[in-house]
């Protein structure tokens, strides 16, 4: 039996902006900084793309997703840790799949599935990162290998 708190429920978030500034001159050994504090200031989502600017500059496209209630938090960090003097927002409308997340047992030990449902059924399945990653160090084994045996738990339960 699946229990959902109210976010994983299926809906649409219509208050979400996307920000975007590119960066031509920022060191790129600021952006893994700078993207920490995003997402603890609440960024729902934040990458990079190459990108390149006039006279051939190449330079970094960067985006993030948000609440239009954390659109300060950003600003504030993107001016302060950025060498941009302004950038772009506008607003969002993101559809979120009903979610649910359970624990399986591998042979090599406990992994998070995340599933995304439609129409009662699940139709994605992604085990938890961090666990995998954790149980591949602690059994000095691949990566790939923990995920291979989610996969197969989760090939027999469907049997």
Same mark, same amino acid.
């Given at each position: 039996?699946?229990?959902?708190?109210?976010?994983?429920?299926?809906? &649409? *978030?219509?208050?979400?902006?996307?920000v !975007? $500034?590119?960066? @031509?001159?920022?060191?790129?050994?600021?952006?893994? =900084?700078?993207?920490?504090k995003?997402?603890?200031?609440?960024?729902? @989502?934040?990458?990079?793309?190459?990108?390149?600017?006039? +006279?051939?500059?190449?330079? $970094?496209?960067?985006?993030?997703?948000?609440?239009? %209630?954390?659109? @300060? *938090?950003?600003?504030?960090?993107?001016?302060?840790?950025?060498?941009?003097? /302004?950038?772009? =927002?506008?607003p969002?409308?993101?559809?979120?799949? !009903?979610?649910?997340?359970?624990?399986?047992?591998?042979?090599? /030990?406990? $992994?998070?599935? #995340?599933?995304?449902?439609? @129409? /009662?059924? &699940?139709?994605?399945?992604?085990?938890?990162? !961090?666990?995998?990653?954790?149980?591949?160090? #602690?059994?000095?084994?691949?990566?790939? %290998?923990?995920?291979?045996? &989610?996969? !197969? $738990? &989760?090939? +027999?339960?469907?049997?």
């Amino acid at each position: 039996m699946k229990t959902l708190l109210p976010p994983d429920y299926e809906h &649409v *978030d219509s208050e979400m902006l996307k920000v !975007e $500034v590119n960066l @031509d001159d920022t060191p790129g050994e600021w952006l893994g =900084y700078v993207m920490d504090k995003l997402f603890e200031a609440g960024a729902n @989502d934040v990458y990079y793309t190459p990108i390149y600017m006039k +006279k051939n500059r190449p330079a $970094v496209l960067l985006q993030l997703l948000c609440s239009e %209630d954390k659109l @300060d *938090d950003m600003k504030e960090i993107l001016l302060s840790e950025t060498t941009t003097l /302004g950038f772009r =927002y506008y607003p969002l409308h993101v559809f979120r799949m !009903e979610r649910s997340t359970r624990v399986i047992d591998t042979k090599w /030990g406990p $992994v998070t599935l #995340k599933e995304g449902w439609q @129409d /009662g059924k &699940v139709i994605k399945a992604s085990p938890e990162y !961090e666990d995998c990653r954790k149980l591949a160090e #602690k059994n000095q084994i691949a990566l790939k %290998d923990i995920y291979q045996a &989610v996969w !197969e $738990v &989760v090939e +027999k339960e469907k049997q």
